[in-house]
């Protein structure tokens, strides 16, 4: 069983409109609105992949209320907390026409201490027997970004792996943690590291840096693919996956879509290599 941990839910809206333009009134072609989250996307592709998962996080409010709804209805299964605080909704616009995506995120609710107690002692029901658990997303207000750090050498001290997917202070905080796999894009692990990617060597050093911070796998996702540090048998290999050329419609989410495919290959036994090339095509699939 896999575990996906969302600290920040959200309702995810997402319009189509053509021709969209700043100050003018509009008419949407088309809306979706799904329980949204990174974590929440990466429980849902894993389930389409036919891996076992359970969702778990922080929810509250009605809109917390229908993110569980629209879990139960995708036979998603989930396990929340619910707090006092209202989770958040984030829209997005896609003009097909333009090519362009402008998504607009709340900040989410504030979390108390004793809330987080409960994640927490839940998470430890939960993860009896795990596979993996998986840290993705942004934390709520008045969550210290040590929390993914702290959840993870929790996790590791019971022998459970930890996957983490975030940015910032908690990415950087929960690196040091030494979780076994940490999946940033090529703007976050820039951050990171402190410096900029231009070329092979850049990438080269910007995996190793990663690693020497402490985690145990490297997987940076680009515009073009993907590069990867694996630990295999002691030793650290380095991988290159370039994705399929596509017409993307979004690319948002693809990343969680990556993460999962990842994860359903490990899971079905296959190698680090065939796993990230299964992990970049499913990645550009969902686009």
């Known amino acids: 069983m896999i575990v996906t941990v969302t600290l920040n839910a959200a309702i995810d809206r997402t319009l189509t409109v ?38 778990t996080g922080l929810v509250g409010g009605t809109t917390g209320t229908r993110i569980v709804e629209e879990l139960t209805k995708e036979a998603i299964l ?3 907390v619910h707090i006092e605080g209202e989770s958040r909704t984030s829209t997005a616009v896609v003009d097909p026409t333009g090519g362009t995506y402008t998504e607009i995120n709340e900040w989410g609710p504030a979390v108390r201490a004793d809330e987080l ?4 002692e839940k998470l430890r029901y939960l993860t009896q027997g795990a596979e993996l658990v998986v ?16 959840a993870t050498r929790e996790l590791t001290r019971r022998h459970i792996p930890v996957a983490l997917d975030s940015e910032g202070q908690p990415l950087s905080l929960g690196v040091e943690a030494e979780p076994f796999l940490v999946t940033p894009n090529q703007a976050e692990a820039e951050a990171l590291v402190g410096q900029e990617f231009h070329d ?16 145990r796998n490297v997987l940076i996702t680009t515009e ?8 295999e048998e002691r030793e650290a290999v380095r991988y290159r996956a370039v994705a399929p050329r596509v017409d993307p419609v979004s690319t948002v989410g693809s990343g969680d879509v990556l ?4 994860i359903a290959a490990r899971h079905a036994g296959r190698p680090a290599e065939e796993a990230l090339r299964a992990a970049v095509a499913a990645g550009a699939a969902s686009t």
């Open 259 to 262: 993460l999962a495919a990842f």
């Open 18 to 55: 053509p021709n969209f333009q700043r100050g003018q009134r509009h008419r949407a072609s088309a809306g979706v609105t799904l329980a949204g989250g990174k974590g929440i996307n990466v429980a849902r592709a894993l389930k389409v992949l036919g891996v076992p998962v359970v969702a």
């Open 135 to 150: 840290f993705a997303g942004s934390l709520p207000r008045e969550v210290d970004p040590d929390f993914y750090a702290e």
């Open 117 to 120: 107690d409960t994640l927490l």
């Open 200 to 215: 092979d060597e850049d990438f080269r050093n910007g995996l190793d840096t990663v690693a020497e911070l402490g985690a």
């Open 224 to 231: 073009q693919g993907s590069l990867a540090l694996f630990r």
């Open 78 to 80: 989930n396990d929340f």
